[in-house]
């Protein structure tokens, strides 16, 4: 009779780096000059991005909208690269803070808000 003792062993701890798809969606328009963009928010589901094209169509003066939908990929709880630059290039969005949720520091220098 052989006694093995079975362990939890997390993914982390063998070398592999943990990975988190997260789905999002944004509504877009279309600007007759410089193409599609974003506007507002990114939404959870596709649904909640929907429901604003008809508001985002009249405030466009019937301007063309649909919803793009971006998957971003965290490897270890930070944003790659390539997501990073589909974000800037593509939505016109700067990157979520890999620290978390640090409070933001003024440009002054000041460690306290």
Do not use: I
Request: glycine fraction near 8%.
């Amino acid at each position: 009779m052989s006694t093995e003792s079975t362990q939890n062993v997390t993914l982390a701890s063998v070398g592999v780096p943990r990975l988190v798809r997260r789905r999002v969606f944004f509504t877009m328009v279309y600007h007759p000059l410089k193409g599609w963009f974003r506007v507002g928010n990114a939404y959870s589901s596709k649904k909640a991005a929907q429901s604003w094209c008809p508001f985002v169509r009249g405030a466009w003066r019937g301007c063309r909208t649909k919803v793009a939908q971006f998957t971003a990929v965290f490897r270890d709880g930070k944003l790659d690269a390539k997501s990073r630059r589909a974000l800037d290039e593509k939505f016109n969005l700067d990157a979520p803070n890999d620290q978390g949720h640090e409070p933001l520091r003024r440009v002054t220098g000041e460690e306290n808000l």
